[in-house]
C-alpha cells in the first residue's frame, strides 16, 4: 500500500529549479532510499512533503490525502529528521520530548518518553540542555522526536550523517525494525553501501530530476556488471572485449549480469589446470550510481 | 495506528495546550530578567516624571501626574513585554530550527498563534502587574493612600487586549524578519514612539490641534486610555470608543499574524 505518493512535484526557488517534474511512491513496509550528489533536490523534496515549503506544481498525498489540504491528518502520521541539527535554548532533553509529545495529541506519554530515551541511549542526558549535547547526541534527541508518535511515514534526511559507528549501527537495527513493524520510510544518505544494504528500491536524483529508480538490486544488476578476477599459472597473451585489466597473470574481466558465468568461462577457454584463483565481484550501487551521474563507462 | 484512529479532539487541545505550556515555561526560565529590567524602568520613570518633575505637569481636571501616569506605565510594560516574548520566543525558534517541528507537528495556524499569544500575554500581564505595585507603591508614599482602579473590569480587559494585540505583532515581525536586529529595530523605532505618542507621559489637551490628530490613527492611544479608563474612571478618549478600537486593532493585528505564518519564512534566514 502506498503511504506516500508524489506526482510531478516541481519545486522552484526564484529561478532555480531545485525539483523537477519528480514522481514516487513509498509504500508500508518499505525503506526508499532517495540518492543523489549535493544540491541534487533531496531535502527540497522533504521539506514539501512536511510543508516548510509549498510545491511549486504536483501533488503529494499520505494515505491518499494531499498534504497541503489535509495539513492535521497527515502530518499526524508522518514524522521527520531534518537534515540540519536543531537546538533548542532553554530545555532540556526531557522536557524536549514531553513537548513534541504533546505536540502530536499524545499526553501522559512517559512510558513512550521513557524508552525512546533509553533506546537512543539518551536516557544519562536526559536532564542536559539541547544546546549542551554533542552533535551525535541531538541526532540521537531528533529520531527519537521522529519516532514519538508511532508515524506511519518516516522521513530520515541523512540520519546518518556525523554519527559514529555504533549509532549508524543502531539506525540500522532501528530502520529494519520499523519497517518489519510496517512503517514506510523515506531515507536519504550520501553513503551508498549504506543505502544498499537498507533500501528496497532507490531513486538516484540529479539537478532535480529522477535519472533512474526501481529496486535496489535490479538497477544495480541493470546498471553494471560483475567483475570475474582469474589469476592464471602461466602468463598468457590474451585479448578479449570483456577484458578490462591485465597485470602479469591477472586478468580482470567485466561480465554482464545477463551472461551466465559458467558460459563466459567457457568462452574464454582456459585450460583448467592453468588457473590458479579466480573471483567475482558483484556490482555495487555506488557504481551504478556512478554511471548514472556520469553516464560513464563502468 | 490508522488514519481513522487519531482522534482530532486530542489534536485540538493537547497540542495547543503544550505549546502554551512550552511558552509558560520558556518565560519563567528568564523571570529574572525579563521582570527586573521593567521593574527598575517603570521605578525611574516614577521617580523622575510621576515624583520630581510631575508637581508642574497638568493633565486632566482633578488628576494628579502620578495617578495620570501609572496605568499608562503598566500598558507600555505589558505590550512591549508581550511583543518581546512572542517575537523573541519565534525568533530563536526560527534560528535554532526548532521552529521545524511545529511546522511538521499536527499544529494548525491558529493553534500556533493563539499559543504564542497567550504566552506572551502572561508575560505582559505578569510585567503589568509588577509595574502597577511599583506604582502603588509611589502612591502610598506620596498620597497616604492606595490608588484603586475605579473599573477594575475595564483595566484588566484593555491590558488583555493591548497584550494579546502586542504578541500578534511580535509573531508578524519575528515571521517578516530575517535577523534579531530588524526586531529591535522595529521595537525601537516604530513602537516605542507610538507608544509614547500614544498618550503614556501626556493628556491629549497637552497637544497642539496637529498631535492631536495625529495621534487620534495611533492605535496605540486607544489602549492606553482604555486602561486610564479602568484605573480613573477618565480618560481621553470614551471608553466605548477606545474599546472597538482596540478590538479591531487586535483583530487586525491577529489576521496579520495568519498571513505572516502562511506566507513568512520559516527559515533561519
Ligand atoms: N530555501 C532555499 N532558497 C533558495 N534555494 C534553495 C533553498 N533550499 C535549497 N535551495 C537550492 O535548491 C537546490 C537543492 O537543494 P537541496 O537542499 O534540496 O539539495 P540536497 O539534495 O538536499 O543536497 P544535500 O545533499 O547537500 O543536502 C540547491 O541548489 C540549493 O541551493
Ligand atoms: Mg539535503
Redesign the interface.
Known amino acids: 500500500m502506498a503511504v506516500l505518493k508524489i506526482e510531478n512535484l516541481i519545486k522552484d526557488y526564484g529561478a532555480l529549479r531545485a525539483v523537477n517534474k519528480v514522481s514516487f511512491e513509498v509504500h508500508s513496509g518499505e525503506v526508499f532510499g532517495l540518492l543523489g550528489p549535493n544540491g541534487a533536490g533531496k531535502t527540497s523534496i522533504i521539506s514539501t512533503i ?3 515549503e509549498k510545491p511549486t506544481e504536483g501533488t503529494i498525498t499520505i ?1 491518499n ?1 494531499d498534504v497541503t489540504r489535509h ?3 497527515t ?4 514524522g ?1 529528521v ?1 537534515q ?8 532540556n532533553v526531557e ?1 524536549i520530548l ?10 501522559k506519554n512517559k512510558e513512550k518518553i521513557h524508552s525512546l530515551m533509553q533506546q537512543l541511549e539518551l536516557w544519562s542526558h536526559r536532564h542536559k540542555k539541547i544546546r549542551h549535547l554533542s552533535g551525535g547526541m541531538k541526532r540521537r534527541l531528533m529520531i527519537a ?1 521522529a519516532l514519538m ?4 511515514l518516516l522521513l530520515l534526511d541523512e540520519p546518518t550523517a556525523g554519527v559514529d559507528v555504533e549509532l549508524r549501527y543502531s539506525i540500522w537495527e532501528q530502520v529494519r525494525d520499523l519497517k518489519k513493524a510496517g512503517v514506510a520510510i523515506l531515507f536519504t544518505t550520501h553513503y551508498l553501501e549504506e543505502a544498499e544494504k537498507l533500501c528496497d528500491r532507490v531513486a538516484i536524483i540529479h539537478e532535480g530530476k529522477i535519472q533512474k529508480q526501481g529496486e535496489t538490486k535490479e538497477l544495480v544488476r541493470k546498471l553494471t556488471s560483475r567483475h570475474l578476477t582469474i589469476t592464471l599459472k602461466n602468463k598468457v597473451e590474451y585479448s578479449h572485449p570483456a577484458l578490462i585489466n591485465q597485470q602479469d597473470n591477472t586478468l580482470e574481466f567485466r561480465v554482464p549480469y545477463s551472461t551466465k558465468i559458467g558460459q563466459f568461462l567457457s568462452e574464454l577457454n582456459f585450460r583448467n589446470d592453468n588457473i590458479l584463483d579466480m573471483k567475482i565481484r558483484e556490482g555495487t550501487l555506488e557504481e551504478a550510481f556512478k554511471y548514472v551521474l556520469n553516464r560513464g563507462e563502468m | ?3 481513522k484512529s ?3 479532539q ?2 485540538i487541545w ?2 495547543f ?3 502554551l ?2 511558552e509558560v ?2 518565560f519563567i ?2 523571570l529574572a530578567q525579563t521582570i527586573f529590567i521593567p521593574a527598575i524602568n517603570s521605578f525611574i520613570y516614577l521617580l523622575i516624571f510621576g515624583v520630581s518633575i510631575g508637581k508642574n505637569i497638568k493633565v486632566l481636571e482633578g488628576i494628579s501626574y502620578l495617578e495620570f501616569l501609572i496605568p499608562g506605565l503598566v500598558m507600555m510594560g505589558c505590550m512591549n513585554n508581550s511583543f518581546q516574548n512572542s517575537s523573541s520566543s519565534l525568533l ?1 525558534m526560527k534560528f ?3 521552529i ?9 495556524v491558529q493553534q500556533i498563534i493563539w499559543a504564542m499569544s497567550l504566552g506572551g500575554l502572561f508575560r505582559g500581564l505578569v510585567v503589568g502587574t509588577v509595574v502597577f505595585l511599583s506604582g502603588e507603591f509611589f502612591y502610598y508614599f506620596h498620597e497616604n493612600a492606595w490608588l484603586v482602579p475605579v473599573y477594575p473590569f475595564y483595566f484588566l480587559l484593555f491590558c488583555i487586549i493591548g497584550g494579546l494585540a502586542f504578541t500578534k505583532l511580535g509573531i508578524i515581525v519575528a515571521f517578516l524578519a530575517k535577523t534579531f536586529d530588524h526586531v529591535s529595530a522595529i521595537g525601537g523605532f516604530i513602537i516605542l514612539p507610538l507608544i509614547y505618542l500614544g498618550g503614556v507621559f501626556f493628556s491629549l489637551e497637552n497637544l497642539s490641534p496637529f498631535w492631536v490628530k495625529f495621534s487620534h490613527v495611533n492605535p496605540l492611544l486607544y489602549f492606553i486610555n482604555g486602561v486610564r479608563y479602568g484605573v480613573l474612571g477618565v480618560s481621553d478618549v470614551p471608553v466605548n470608543v477606545a474599546l472597538w478600537v482596540s478590538l479591531l486593532g487586535l483583530l487586525v493585528f491577529h489576521l496579520l499574524a495568519v498571513w505572516a505564518l502562511k506566507k513568512g519564512s ?1 527559515q533561519p534566514w
Open positions: 512536511t510543508t516548510l494515505n490525502l495539513e492535521r491528518a502530518k499526524a502520521v508522518t521527520v531534518p540540519e541539527l536543531v537546538t533548542h535554548g532553554y530545555f522536557e514531553t513537548f513534541q509529545s504533546g505536540y502530536y495529541g499524545l499526553r522526536k508518535h508511532s508515524p506511519q | 495506528m490508522t488514519d487519531i482522534k482530532t486530542e489534536l493537547t497540542p495546550l503544550m505549546l505550556s512550552r515555561r520558556r526560565k528568564v530563536g535554532g530550527r526548532e521545524i517541528d511545529i511546522k511538521a507537528a499536527p499544529l494548525t520559516y
